[in-house]
């Protein structure tokens, strides 16, 4: 009971290489990371009765990194991908610095969670779930070696995984080997991330949530049930596109368009055979793929109107071939969202883990242009 109750606040002093006067030290030598107070908490979930005794089970794991000199009037919580951790957003494989310290720099709170049943949210065995993991094949694939494999039209286009991408090179071993188990459940995850995200905009008050791939879900159930604390949803490449999967099967997914667990929709559905009905709209350029959008007249998503949101995609990344579809989606249903192409704005050869490739600082500071414009 102690260990979850508890909040403890660790001040964090980065004195990399050992030295010992914090004082005289500039960051800029020791280390490219930014300098932040850190605190973590858990949050959500709670006791479950089994066999041998009580558990606590589906709660979040939480880290809070403060600024030195916060001038942002929204923090960023960032949630990780499958198979991945809140890592994600620390140094990169390479050792180069990551996402949480580009925002710091910038002066946001930066928080950063493990989806919970992973990494340091506990998985409860007594749940009968299961645990699935990636193999390292599948990542070189997808995301580090993609144009090594050319599934996809725009998979040759990839250059900016630092390294071959492949085992055996220290910088895709160092990557790879921080990858983790994660609950197989899709529906059950949606559930408790939902459950927990909310619970923790209710502590962090009004946020932005940047989410990427399969956490890239997690924002619209969020958001669904506490819009009022939700000041922008930042898509990573967000698990998609509508209705199905894409690319590498077209298996039915999804069944409330950008989720397996329920968003409200007005008018609300009284089909109970179908939570919406859906059409097929053709593609206009190659390399793109048919979008499934509502049938007309779509329902709105009532409680994700007022929210700007913004979907990211890689030039070369799989997601390039539907993202496009996601947002019209989401247009469709009256939210107000964009496609953010990196190729577009002229950022040339990432994939899917853009935010640990070579040019990742650049990339963040395209994001955080559309927060201060967007984000009000
Ligand atoms: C798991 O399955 C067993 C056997 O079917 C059942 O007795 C138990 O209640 C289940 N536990 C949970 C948490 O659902
Ligand atoms: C309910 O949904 C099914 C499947 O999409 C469709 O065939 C049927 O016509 C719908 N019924 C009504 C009353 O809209
Ligand atoms: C293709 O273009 C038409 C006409 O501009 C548009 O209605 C449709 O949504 C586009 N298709 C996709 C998949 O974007
Ligand atoms: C639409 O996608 C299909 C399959 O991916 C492709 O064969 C076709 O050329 C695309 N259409 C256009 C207009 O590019
Ligand atoms: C690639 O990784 C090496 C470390 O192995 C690092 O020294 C180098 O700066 C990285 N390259 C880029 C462009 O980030
Ligand atoms: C000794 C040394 O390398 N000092 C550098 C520490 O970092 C600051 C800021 O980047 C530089 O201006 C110093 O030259």
């Not at 929204?74 to 809140?86: N, R």
């Not at 899709?186 to 946020?207: D, E, F, R, W, Y």
């Amino acid at each position: 009971m102690f260990a979850v109750s508890i909040t403890l606040f660790v001040i964090v002093v980065f004195t990399v290489l050992g030295q010992a006067f914090p004082l005289k030290i500039n960051a800029q030598n020791f280390t490219r990371e930014a300098f932040a107070s850190r605190e973590y908490i858990y949050i959500g979930g709670g006791y479950v009765q089994t066999d041998s005794g009580h558990l606590y089970s589906d709660q979040m794991y939480v880290e809070k990194l403060l600024p030195p000199k916060l001038c942002q009037p929204y923090p960023l919580i960032f949630i990780h991908g499958q198979g991945q951790s809140g890592t994600n957003w620390l140094n990169k494989p390479d050792g180069g610095s990551g996402w949480a310290s580009y925002f710091l720099n910038q002066g946001y709170i930066v928080y950063i969670v493990d989806q919970t049943e992973r990494a340091r949210s506990p998985w409860n065995p007594t749940g009968n779930t299961t645990l699935t993991t990636y193999t390292a094949e599948y990542i070189e694939m997808r995301m580090t070696a993609s144009q090594d494999f050319n599934i996809w039209p725009q998979a040759i286009l990839h250059t900016q995984w630092n390294g071959t991408g492949r085992m055996g090179d220290r910088l895709f071993d160092a990557f790879y080997s921080s990858n983790v188990q994660f609950q197989s459940n899709t529906v059950i995850q949606q559930q408790n991330m939902q459950a927990a995200g909310s619970a923790l905009l209710h502590k962090t008050g009004p946020a932005i949530l940047a989410a990427h791939s399969q956490g890239g879900l997690m924002p619209w159930v969020i958001a669904d049930s506490v819009p009022d604390l939700v000041k922008g949803i930042i898509g990573l490449e967000p698990s998609g596109p509508p209705f199905r999967d894409a690319v590498f099967s077209s298996t039915p997914a999804r069944a409330w368009g950008l989720t397996d667990i329920p968003l409200a929709y007005y008018p609300t559905n009284t089909n109970s055979t179908t939570p919406l009905q859906t059409q097929s709209v053709p593609n206009n350029s190659t390399g793109l793929d048919n979008c499934i959008v509502q049938a007309d007249p779509a329902r709105e998503l009532v409680n994700l109107k007022e929210i700007p949101v913004v979907v990211m995609t890689s030039e070369s990344g799989y997601h390039d071939v539907y993202d496009g579809c996601t947002v019209s989606f989401l247009q469709q249903a009256g939210v107000h969202a964009e496609w953010l192409r990196l190729g577009e704005v002229g950022i040339h050869g990432n994939g899917h883990l853009f935010f640990l490739e070579k040019n990742s600082d650049e990339i963040a500071g395209v994001l955080d242009e559309w927060i201060r414009k967007h984000v009000t």
